[in-house]
């Protein structure tokens, strides 16, 4: 069974940095592509990351040049570095096996305060 387990989520002043991991097991981790997702109070879950088998990446556009995805398959763990980061950041942020839509972890909360 796939598990995720996400980490490194807390609260940080606008502008700071964080690099959350997620821990996946019960799976192929190489052969798969990855995501992060976040879902504030009151919005839907979206997709803000996703790497590719080829580990090609994606953002959307509200964190583009801030964000970065990246994966180490000897660890079996897809991370987000996130840096520069603003109030409307906040979230609980989850991670994907793309091709497994509605298996996730517990999330870890990331709040950013002004």
């Known amino acids: 069974q796939v598990r995720l387990v996400e980490s490194g989520g807390g609260l940080v002043q606008a502008g700071g940095s964080l690099r959350l991991s997620c821990a996946a097991s019960g799976m192929i981790f190489s052969i798969n592509a990855m995501g992060w997702y976040r879902q504030a109070p009151g919005k839907q879950r979206e997709l803000v990351a996703s790497?590719?088998?080829?580990?090609?990446?994606n953002y959307a556009d509200s964190v583009k040049g801030r964000f970065t995805i990246s994966t180490d398959n000897a660890k079996n763990t897809v991370y987000l570095q996130m840096n520069s980061l603003k109030p409307e950041d906040t979230a609980v942020y989850y991670c994907?096996?793309?091709?497994?839509?509605?298996?996730w972890g517990q999330g870890t909360q990331v709040t950013v305060s002004s």
């Open positions: 994907s096996v793309l091709s497994m839509p509605g298996v």
């Open positions: 790497i590719s088998i080829g580990r090609s990446t």
